[in-house]
């Protein structure tokens, strides 16, 4: 059974980081493209950025030169490094693996 998990959200002031983390079963991570998505309140669902199978990225221009994408192969683990956050990144961010994505880790940004 294919399951995504989330954790690494919560509060943090604006300039502060945060790095979240999507634990993967069922299948390896290494053999496909992950994103990452955020949902903010009273909005849709939003692309932050991608991993493919062969470590390029790409980032929405709202995160670009701020957060980072990356996976351990070992641990089977999609990563999102977010730093110089803004209260506009305030959301529930989630993880995706083709169609399927986890229950989300919600971040807060605010002083």
């Known amino acids: 059974e294919v399951q995504l998990v989330e954790s690494g959200g919560g509060l943090v002031q604006p300039g502060g980081s945060l790095r979240l983390s999507c634990g993967a079963s069922g299948f390896t991570i290494s053999r496909y493209s992950m994103s990452w998505l955020r949902q903010r309140p009273g909005k849709g669902l939003e692309w932050v950025s991608t991993i493919d199978n062969g470590g390029s990225t790409t980032y929405a221009g709202s995160v670009k030169g701020r957060f980072t994408i990356s996976r351990d192969n070992a641990k089977n683990t999609l990563y999102l490094q977010m730093n110089s956050l803004k209260p506009g990144d305030t959301a529930v961010y989630y993880c995706?693996?083709?169609?399927?994505r986890g229950q989300g880790t919600q971040v807060t940004v605010s002083s």
């Open positions: 995706r693996w083709i169609n399927k």
